[in-house]
Every structure is written in structure tokens, then in C-alpha cells.
């Protein structure tokens, strides 16, 4: 079971550029980074997803180091609307044994 | 358009009895999950399927049943033998061969009254 480690809450203001680590200490060759995103009372949504080095899509960057045992999500310029828990998760095709653990709670403030 | 569709959305019962939530997807994927959400907390694995015919306990499936007879439908029975069954309940799906990535339902709240 790969499990997670990440901080249980962040706050930031509006504009700032935030970012969450992870630490994912015991992850195997075939596992993938992925990054979702929960509002309440909704499920999770995907943000990006990565395997080694960084990844940037248009809501989000990933870094991973080249030990692949941590990763960073960077949200660039946050919004209010971006207030919602943030969680990291390591696995790969067929996995079966994801792990959520508490996610991240950001609170951006005006 | 591709999802997950999961209802109802909010349902209410009574203790004793036994309720179905269904889930149902369009994406093609062999691989759906259910997921049990308490207030504050993380995600906790009920079961899961990897395809037809055959699924597997969780974390926490006791007082839980579920079947697969579709790829498309996985429904999720909370029997009168969970004790505590009053949550928020997410189905997911992926795909077997891509990278692990989760499709989400918009999830259905579970009160007992």
C-alpha cells in the first residue's frame, strides 16, 4: 500500500501561488502521481497526474524530484474558488489499494 | 456525455432497513469502485470490481454488499447490519490499462434516521 503523507490544512491569499508536497516514501516503478481536487459534497476531480520530472497542464504543475518520494502540486495565482481539499495519491493501472488519507484543506482568503 | 451517475442524491432510511445506491457509467471502464466519506475524513474503500462477475472487499465492507452484472452498472447495498451507515457515498471507475485515474461520481448522502 503506497501510502501518503501531506499537510492537514493550508491558507493562503488570493493571487499567491501555493503549493502542497506529498510524500509518498515506499512508491513502486509502475505507480503514477495523481492530484484531485473535492469541493464539499461533491466528489473528487482530477487535476494533473505525473510520473518523474514536472508536468504543467492549464490549472496546475507538478514536480516530482528524481527519487520519485515526494511530489509537489503549485497552483498558480489561487482564487477563492479554489478552496477545497486537496489530495495526492500514488497507484497505477488496476490499482486496487489506493490510499486518500485526510487530503489537504486549503482555504484561500480575500 | 461520458460520467458516472450515481443516485439518488440525498436518500434518508429508517434503521433496519436495507438500501441500494446505484452507479452507473458510460466511460467504457472495467474497473469501478465504492467509497465511503465520513465528515472530515478521507476516502475508505468499500469494494471494488475489476470486471464483470467478480468483485473484492475493501477496507471496510462489512454490512456492504454490491454486484456486476453489467460493466456498466456497479449498485451498492448498505444492509441493516452496518451500523453506522450514515455517510457520503462516492462510486468511481478507471480505466484497467491507463494510468490509474479515477472518474467520480457527484456521490449520495446517506441519512438514517
Known amino acids: 500500500l503506497a501510502k501518503t503523507t501531506q499537510p492537514i490544512s493550508m491558507d493562503s491569499y488570493e493571487g499567491q501561488e501555493v503549493n502542497i508536497t506529498c510524500s509518498h516514501n515506499n512508491i513502486a516503478t509502475n505507480d503514477y502521481i495523481t492530484w484531485y481536487q473535492q469541493f464539499p459534497s461533491q466528489g473528487p476531480r482530477f487535476i494533473i497526474q505525473g510520473y518523474k520530472t514536472k508536468v504543467t497542464n492549464e490549472v496546475a504543475s507538478l514536480f516530482i524530484p528524481a527519487d520519485r518520494k515526494s511530489s509537489t502540486l503549485s497552483l498558480p495565482r489561487v482564487s477563492l474558488s479554489d478552496t477545497a481539499v486537496y489530495y495526492c495519491l500514488v497507484g497505477g493501472p488496476g490499482a486496487n489499494n489506493l490510499f486518500f488519507g485526510t487530503g489537504t484543506r486549503l482555504t484561500v482568503i480575500p | 456525455d461520458g460520467g458516472i451517475t450515481q443516485s439518488p442524491k440525498y436518500l434518508f432510511r429508517k434503521e433496519g432497513q436495507n438500501v441500494t445506491l446505484s452507479c452507473e457509467q458510460n466511460?467504457?471502464?472495467?474497473?469501478m469502485y465504492w467509497y465511503r466519506q465520513d465528515p472530515g475524513q478521507g476516502l475508505r474503500l468499500i469494494y471494488y470490481s475489476q470486471i464483470v462477475n467478480d468483485f473484492q472487499k475493501g477496507d471496510i465492507a462489512e454490512g456492504y454488499s454490491v454486484s456486476r452484472e453489467k460493466k456498466e452498472s456497479f449498485p451498492l447495498t448498505v444492509t441493516s447490519a452496518q451500523k453506522n451507515p450514515t455517510a457520503f457515498y462516492l462510486c468511481a471507475s478507471s480505466a484497467q490499462r491507463g494510468t490509474g485515474e479515477l472518474f467520480f461520481g457527484e456521490g449520495s448522502r446517506l441519512t438514517v434516521l
Open positions: 466511460l467504457n471502464h472495467d474497473a
